[in-house]
């Protein structure tokens, strides 16, 4: 069964202090996995594509990098401003146009 | 920059009754799509749209729900006789192309009441 899992489901951080958020997931022929920032009562904001094992992308303070089996996103020297769910999610096997969501990690920066 | 919008932002409405919930997709995009999050849960697939048809839906997509695109803008999700348990968040999105390395790009939401 095509499943994605986020973990920690909340991550409290201090300014500046470095982490990374675990995305893993069971899916057959894996079209690209996607990251995405969603604020309260706001909708998902797209962040990377990641298609295959090794590939990394960057953005501000953000990497996301990608494995066989799961994808991090690394977050370096973070700021209040980042606080936010991130959510992961990949297309269905077989498919490209549903994406199946993780349940999120709940990121709070404190100053 | 081209962005996803929404109407109404937020929707009460009594159950059984019916509502549509309006969506602007960008305007190059050809594959539209709505997913629903209740509340502390994960956002999850309803409808894929393309070329005036369903392209794929999800087993809570039943006959309570249809999708059109009325005109060349707009894009809109019906729900008839509304449940309690239908309340939620509904997010449109769109994306260029299926599999689109830019991903699925989202609206604001609407927030649905069912009363």
């Known amino acids: 069964e095509d499943q994605v899992t986020q973990s920690p489901e909340a991550l409290r951080l201090q300014e500046g202090e470095s982490s990374s958020l675990n995305c893993s997931y069971t899916v057959s022929g894996l079209r690209g996995l996607f990251w995405y920032r969603q604020d309260p009562g706001k909708g998902p904001e797209f962040l990377f594509t990641?298609?295959?094992a090794g590939e990394e992308k960057e953005k501000e303070r953000l990497k996301a990098t990608l494995t066989k089996k799961e994808s991090f996103l690394h977050i370096t020297a973070p700021k209040p401003e980042d606080s936010a769910t991130y959510l992961c999610?990949?297309?269905?096997?077989?498919?490209?146009?549903?994406?199946?969501f993780g349940a999120g990690t709940r990121l709070a920066v404190h100053p | 920059e081209p962005e996803v919008t929404q109407t109404p932002s937020h929707q009460v409405t009594q159950m059984g009754q019916e509502v549509i919930l309006r969506c602007v997709p960008i305007?190059?995009?050809?594959?539209f799509y709505w997913y629903r999050q209740i509340l502390g849960q994960k956002v999850e697939f309803l409808v894929s749209?393309?070329?005036?048809?369903?392209?794929?839906k999800s087993e809570i997509f039943d006959d309570q729900f249809s999708v059109e695109r009325p005109d060349g803008s707009n894009f809109t999700l019906k729900i008839r006789s509304t449940k309690l348990e239908d309340s939620a968040m509904y997010f449109c999105a769109s994306s260029e192309w299926k599999g689109s390395p830019e991903g699925q790009y989202f609206g604001p939401g609407t927030r649905l009441t069912v009363t």
């Open positions: 749209f393309y070329n005036n048809e369903i392209s794929e």
């Open positions: 990641l298609y295959s």
């Open positions: 305007s190059n995009h050809l594959y």
């Open positions: 999610a990949v297309p269905f096997s077989g498919g490209y146009n549903k994406l199946i």
